[in-house]
């Protein structure tokens, strides 16, 4: 029964996060359209943008598939793993945490709070995309135990006390089982995942003493922190000390998260060629679309959809995946302190999309999105692009290379138990499907009108 369980729950997992694929792709290409529309070929005033002042809100409505990524991925995982009774727990949660349980932010600046992008440590980033990850799990999990629960309950109660139990049917099933199940994973979130993390704050001060002794240690600790919840407290614990460094006058720690930061995005593509060249770990058409839209968003400048692919990539598999990234940012860290490597344009340098903002205005704002990708790829040649780019491949390499280890070996243990489940999913293909079944609909409609 628990191997069935967790065979189901994994099958869940997988089919969630193809899913979320589109979710984040649906933001991903629909601002890329409006930038190009916008920047590239000059058209103004779209979809009844009749002011300057209102063309961002094209962009948001889109963006906001992507940083209300985590959302999405609770209420989904919520729903396919317990069923219906998910679906409210699964919505009410995420967005309590994702919004309320962080610093309060104005209705205009709502965008700026979530994933990706979050204002100030606020939104998303309080407990990570591990947290939220959590959350659903524990929520949906306990739904479907405690039915289960109830429903041997009753029929360990007799024929009478049965039909008895029958009649409140729907205020156990509806009201009580859904509602514990949520109180109980808030209160596990908050005082395990979220109470713990407000502490985080407090590594701020050592790591800055630890930098001017040893950055080098500091570097593969960011890329550590940052690998470990990509944008989550223990990532943003880290930017603070970047950016406090950097509102000093010296770039080299905001260099330094910079490159461990790109590199969660190009981990998983060297992973999946690795199993691709090797044909030893199964990788099917929805990893591929999961490693590679984050490194075709890199060259866009848009780092924070370079890494927003990574977060369904490692829910597939995470014992294997977050070492592996954390691996490869903490390797990438380490080299360009090693090398010594500043992209002193961060201290001289306009972001192309900053708004006119310097990189100490966008930092001092909150600004975490536009403040260290934009200028990401300024500054020398020989001195900052190239020495960048081979460290974050070789941070990419070892990261992609312990993930592809750590996956054969968990397909090893879970093979042995008798818990292994094949990927199989291939989410363009089901679109294809999906669209066939709507045109026979509409065909078998038409006939009988």
Not at 309 to 326: D, E, V
Request: with cysteine; charged share 10%; net charge positive.
């Amino acid at each position: 029964m628990l191997n069935e369980l967790i065979r189901d729950t994994r099958k869940q997992i997988n089919r969630t996060s193809g899913i979320l694929f589109l979710v984040v792709l649906f933001g991903a290409l629909g601002a890329g359209f409006f930038f190009v529309v916008q920047n590239i070929l000059g058209v103004q005033g779209m979809l009844g943008a009749l002011d300057a002042a209102n063309e961002p809100i094209l962009w948001f409505i889109l963006f906001w598939a992507t940083d209300f990524f985590m959302v999405a991925m609770v209420a989904l995982l919520c729903y396919f793993i317990a069923g219906w009774p998910g679906v409210a727990p699964g919505l009410a949660l995420p967005i309590y945490f994702a919004h309320f349980a962080g610093t309060p932010v104005a209705a205009g600046e709502v965008y700026h709070a979530y994933f990706a992008a979050p204002l100030h440590h606020g939104g998303g980033a309080n407990i990570g995309w591990l947290g939220y990850f959590l959350m659903a799990l524990l929520c949906a999990l306990l739904i479907k135990l405690l039915y289960a629960g109830w429903h041997a309950l009753k029929v360990k109660a007799g024929e009478k006390a049965h039909k008895i139990l029958d009649q409140v049917d729907l205020i156990v099933l509806v009201l009580i089982i859904p509602v514990a199940s949520a109180a109980l994973t808030w209160l596990v979130i908050h005082y395990g995942v979220q109470q713990p993390a407000a502490l985080l704050p407090a590594l701020v001060e050592p790591l800055q003493q630890l930098a001017g002794h040893s950055v080098v240690l500091v570097g593969i600790l960011f890329g550590l922190m940052i690998g470990l919840d990509i944008v989550g407290p223990m990532s943003m614990t880290a930017f603070a000390v970047a950016v406090a460094s950097f509102l000093q006058g010296d770039a080299q720690l905001l260099t330094i998260y910079g490159a461990a930061f790109v590199t969660v995005g190009w981990s998983p593509l060297a992973m999946f060629l690795l199993s691709k060249l090797t044909k030893r770990v199964h990788a099917d058409n929805d990893d591929l679309n999961l490693a590679i839209s984050g490194p075709i968003n890199a060259f866009f400048e848009n780092m924070k959809l370079t890494v927003a692919f990574a977060a369904p990539f490692a829910m597939r598999s995470p014992l294997a995946i977050i070492p592996g990234l954390m691996t490869g940012s903490a390797v990438t860290g380490g080299l360009v302190a090693l090398f010594g490597i500043v992209n002193q344009s961060y201290l001289t340098d306009y972001p192309r999309f900053g708004g006119g903002l310097s990189m100490t205005e966008l930092l001092q704002r909150g600004d975490f999105y536009l403040s260290f990708t934009l200028p990401f790829r300024s500054g020398g040649w020989w001195d900052t692009r190239i020495p960048l780019a081979l460290c974050i491949l070789a941070g990419a390499i070892a990261g992609g290379a312990v993930m592809f280890f750590l996956r054969r070996a968990c397909v090893r243990s879970q093979k042995k138990r008798g818990t292994y489940v094949e990927n199989n999913g291939d989410i363009v293909l089901e679109m294809r499907n999906l669209a066939k079944e709507q045109l026979l609909f509409l065909k078998k409609s038409s006939k009988k009108l």
